[in-house]
C-alpha cells in the first residue's frame, strides 16, 4: 500500500440509497451478485460461468481482504470475486520466520481454510491465490535498526530492518541467500499440502520502488526471483510467478518513480525471465482524478508490448481510492466502477481491489460493517457487466467524457460512458449528483446504471454522471 494511504480518515458515510445519476428513487439492484450467493456457508457451490478465450473471466475481479475477516469482524464478501492477493494478512515473511528454523503457519493456514470455505459457495468458483513475498525478518535484515514503513506508518506491522536486504545476500546478487531459500522451501512445500486452498500464484516484492518497502538492489531481487521460481517448481510444478509489483511514488532514482520506469530496468536487469506474469500497482497519487489510471496502465502496457515480455499477462494487483480524498459513498463507488472499466481495454487481465475491510483506503463496507456500501455494491453490478466481455478498443475521452466499448457475453454491443466533471456529494440526507446529457448511438437502445437497474433510451439521449453508465444493444 502506498504511504499516502496511511493518511486516510474514517469518514462517516450516509449511505440512505437515495436516487443517484442514472437511478431511480427507491430502485434496487435485482442481480445476484448484490446479494446473499456470494457469501459462504453450507450447500453446493453454484457453477460458474464458462467464458469464451479471450474474454474477462471471474479472476478478473481481484480482491484484498482485511484481517477483520478472519476475526469475525464483519461478514465475507456477498460479492462474488475470483481471485485473491494475501497482503494486509498477517502472512508476511517476517510473520512466519521465527528464526533458527522455525516457522509459524498458524495466521497463513487460516487464511486458506477460509479461502476453501467461502469459495465453495462463490459463484466465481474457487478463489486463486496470489502470495506475496516480502519483508525481511528483523534477525537476518542488512539494516535491522532501519525503520522501514514505521517512519510514516507505526501501525503498519512491518517490523524494522523489513525493507533492507537479508545479510546473506550481496548487492550484486551474490552470496548464499540460504535464509531467503530455507523459507521459501518451508512455505512452498506447507502450501503444498493444503489441498484446494494451495498458493498457485507467488508474488515477488511489494512495490520494490518504494524504499520503505524495499532498500535493495534490482540485482538482488532478480537472484531472490530466480531462487523462489527454482524452489517452488521443484515442489509445485503448475505454479505461476509474478514480478514484483511498483507503484507511482516518490524515489531518489527520477527514473523510478512510475511503474513502468522501475519495471523497465527490471526487465533489463533480467527480472524478466523469472516471470510469467507482469504486476503493478495503479494508485493515483492523492487528490488526482481516477482518470490517472488510464496513463499508469498505458504505461505498463505500452512497456510490455515494446519488451521481450510482450506475450505476458499484466496484471494491476493494487489499486483503491484513499477515503481521506474521495469522501463521498457515490463518488467512492464511481471511483471504483471506472478504475476497473479503464482497464481491459488496455490488456490488463486482473486488478486486484485494496481493500475489503478497510475504512482508510478502498472501503466497500459501510461503517456498521455489516453490509456492503456503494461502492461494494458498484463490485458487485461490475462483475455482471463485464463476465465474459471482451473490450473493442481502449477507452477514449471527448473533453470530461468518457466512453468504453465492450461486447458482451451475450453477444450485444455495449459502451460504458460517465463525464468525469460530474460530482455527487451529500445535501442533508440527500445525495445529488449533477448530470450532464449525452447523445446514445442508435445502436444502443437501453442502459443500467451502476445500481444495476435497467432502463429504456429515449430520443437517443441519457444523462451522465460520475458513476459509469453501461449502454445495450438489443
Given at each position: 500500500?502506498?504511504?499516502?494511504?496511511?493518511?486516510?480518515?474514517?469518514?462517516?458515510?450516509?449511505?440512505?440509497?437515495?436516487?443517484?445519476?442514472?437511478?431511480?428513487?427507491?430502485?434496487?439492484?435485482?442481480?445476484?451478485?448484490?446479494?446473499?450467493?456470494?457469501?459462504?456457508?453450507?450447500?453446493?457451490?453454484?457453477?460458474?460461468?464458462?467464458?469464451?478465450?479471450?474474454?474477462?473471466?471471474?479472476?478478473?475481479?481481484?480482491?484484498?481482504?482485511?484481517?477483520?475477516?478472519?476475526?469475525?469482524?464483519?461478514?465475507?464478501?456477498?460479492?462474488?470475486?475470483?481471485?485473491?492477493?494475501?497482503?494486509?494478512?498477517?502472512?508476511?515473511?517476517?510473520?512466519?520466520?521465527?528464526?533458527?528454523?522455525?516457522?509459524?503457519?498458524?495466521?497463513?493456514?487460516?487464511?486458506?481454510?477460509?479461502?476453501?470455505?467461502?469459495?465453495?459457495?462463490?459463484?466465481?468458483?474457487?478463489?486463486?491465490?496470489?502470495?506475496?513475498?516480502?519483508?525481511?525478518?528483523?534477525?537476518?535484515?542488512?539494516?535491522?535498526?532501519?525503520?522501514?514503513?514505521?517512519?510514516?506508518?507505526?501501525?503498519?506491522?512491518?517490523?524494522?530492518?523489513?525493507?533492507?536486504?537479508?545479510?546473506?545476500?550481496?548487492?550484486?546478487?551474490?552470496?548464499?541467500?540460504?535464509?531467503?531459500?530455507?523459507?521459501?522451501?518451508?512455505?512452498?512445500?506447507?502450501?503444498?499440502?493444503?489441498?484446494?486452498?494451495?498458493?498457485?500464484?507467488?508474488?515477488?516484492?511489494?512495490?520494490?520502488?518504494?524504499?520503505?518497502?524495499?532498500?535493495?538492489?534490482?540485482?538482488?531481487?532478480?537472484?531472490?526471483?530466480g531462487d523462489a521460481r527454482s524452489i517452488i517448481l521443484s515442489i509445485d510444478s503448475s505454479a505461476q510467478f509474478l514480478t514484483p509489483s511498483p507503484v507511482t511514488t516518490g524515489n531518489p532514482n527520477p527514473a523510478?518513480?512510475?511503474?513502468?520506469?522501475?519495471?523497465?530496468?527490471?526487465?533489463?536487469?533480467?527480472?524478466?525471465?523469472?516471470?510469467?506474469?507482469?504486476?503493478?500497482?495503479?494508485?493515483?497519487?492523492?487528490?488526482?482524478?481516477?482518470?490517472?489510471?488510464?496513463?499508469?496502465?498505458?504505461?505498463?502496457?505500452?512497456?510490455?508490448?515494446?519488451?521481450?515480455?510482450?506475450?505476458?499477462?499484466?496484471?494491476?494487483?493494487?489499486?483503491?481510492?484513499?477515503?481521506?480524498?474521495?469522501?463521498?459513498?457515490?463518488?467512492?463507488?464511481?471511483?471504483?466502477?471506472?478504475?476497473?472499466?479503464?482497464?481491459?481495454?488496455?490488456?490488463?487481465?486482473?486488478?486486484?481491489?485494496?481493500?475489503?475491510?478497510?475504512?482508510?483506503?478502498?472501503?466497500?463496507?459501510?461503517?456498521?460493517?455489516?453490509?456492503?456500501?456503494?461502492?461494494?455494491?458498484?463490485?458487485?453490478?461490475?462483475?455482471?457487466?463485464?463476465?465474459?466481455?471482451?473490450a473493442t478498443g481502449p477507452c477514449t475521452t471527448s473533453g470530461t467524457v468518457w466512453t468504453c466499448g465492450y461486447t458482451l457475453l451475450s453477444g450485444a454491443q455495449a459502451q460504458a460512458v460517465w463525464d468525469s466533471?460530474?460530482?455527487?456529494?451529500?445535501?442533508?440526507?440527500?445525495?445529488?449528483?449533477?448530470?450532464?446529457?449525452?447523445?446514445?448511438?442508435?445502436?444502443?437502445?437501453?442502459?443500467?446504471?451502476l445500481q444495476g437497474v435497467s432502463h429504456n433510451i429515449s430520443s437517443g439521449s441519457v444523462e451522465i454522471g460520475a458513476e459509469p453508465i453501461l449502454l445495450e444493444s438489443q
Amino acid at each position: 500500500m502506498k504511504l499516502w494511504l496511511g493518511l486516510g480518515i474514517v469518514i462517516a458515510l450516509s449511505l440512505v440509497m437515495l436516487a443517484c445519476a442514472g437511478a431511480s428513487s427507491g430502485s434496487s439492484s435485482n442481480n445476484s451478485s448484490s446479494g446473499s450467493s456470494g457469501s459462504g456457508g453450507s450447500g453446493s457451490s453454484p457453477t460458474p460461468v464458462t467464458v469464451p478465450p479471450g474474454t474477462l473471466s471471474e479472476q478478473y475481479f481481484g480482491l484484498h481482504i482485511d484481517m477483520g475477516a478472519l476475526k469475525n469482524k464483519y461478514p465475507w464478501p456477498s460479492f462474488p470475486f475470483g481471485s485473491i492477493r494475501m497482503t494486509s494478512t498477517g502472512t508476511r515473511w517476517s510473520d512466519i520466520d521465527q528464526g533458527n528454523g522455525v516457522y509459524d503457519f498458524t495466521t497463513l493456514d487460516q487464511w486458506l481454510a477460509l479461502y476453501v470455505q467461502h469459495g465453495a459457495t462463490n459463484p466465481a468458483g474457487n478463489y486463486q491465490i496470489i502470495y506475496t513475498i516480502y519483508s525481511v525478518p528483523n534477525y537476518i535484515s542488512s539494516n535491522p535498526t532501519d525503520l522501514c514503513y514505521y517512519s510514516s506508518n507505526p501501525d503498519s506491522g512491518h517490523p524494522a530492518g523489513s525493507c533492507d536486504p537479508p545479510t546473506d545476500l550481496n548487492a550484486d546478487g551474490t552470496g548464499t541467500n540460504q535464509t531467503y531459500k530455507n523459507f521459501i522451501t518451508a512455505i512452498a512445500n506447507h502450501a503444498a499440502g493444503n489441498g484446494p486452498g494451495q498458493i498457485h500464484y507467488w508474488e515477488l516484492w511489494n512495490e520494490p520502488n518504494n524504499t520503505t518497502l524495499w532498500n535493495g538492489t534490482l540485482a538482488q531481487l532478480v537472484r531472490m526471483a530466480g531462487d523462489a521460481r527454482s524452489i517452488i517448481l521443484s515442489i509445485d510444478s503448475s505454479a505461476q510467478f509474478l514480478t514484483p509489483s511498483p507503484v507511482t511514488t516518490g524515489n531518489p532514482n527520477p527514473a523510478f518513480t512510475t511503474p513502468d520506469g522501475w519495471m523497465s530496468a527490471y526487465l533489463a536487469a533480467g527480472g524478466g525471465q523469472y516471470a510469467d506474469i507482469i504486476g503493478f500497482h495503479g494508485y493515483v497519487e492523492p487528490g488526482k482524478p481516477v482518470e490517472g489510471v488510464f496513463g499508469i496502465t498505458q504505461g505498463m502496457s505500452n512497456l510490455a508490448t515494446t519488451s521481450n515480455v510482450a506475450s505476458k499477462p499484466i496484471w494491476d494487483t493494487e489499486i483503491g481510492f484513499g477515503t481521506a480524498y474521495v469522501t463521498d459513498p457515490y463518488m467512492q463507488a464511481a471511483w471504483l466502477a471506472r478504475a476497473y472499466l479503464m482497464q481491459p481495454g488496455l490488456g490488463i487481465q486482473r486488478v486486484f481491489w485494496f481493500q475489503y475491510g478497510a475504512t482508510n483506503v478502498g472501503t466497500l463496507l459501510n461503517t456498521a460493517e455489516t453490509a456492503s456500501n456503494p461502492a461494494g455494491s458498484a463490485y458487485g453490478v461490475l462483475y455482471n457487466w463485464l463476465l465474459g466481455a471482451k473490450a473493442t478498443g481502449p477507452c477514449t475521452t471527448s473533453g470530461t467524457v468518457w466512453t468504453c466499448g465492450y461486447t458482451l457475453l451475450s453477444g450485444a454491443q455495449a459502451q460504458a460512458v460517465w463525464d468525469s466533471s460530474q460530482t455527487c456529494s451529500l445535501s442533508g440526507a440527500s445525495e445529488i449528483c449533477t448530470t450532464s446529457s449525452f447523445t446514445a448511438d442508435s445502436t444502443y437502445t437501453k442502459y443500467q446504471d451502476l445500481q444495476g437497474v435497467s432502463h429504456n433510451i429515449s430520443s437517443g439521449s441519457v444523462e451522465i454522471g460520475a458513476e459509469p453508465i453501461l449502454l445495450e444493444s438489443q
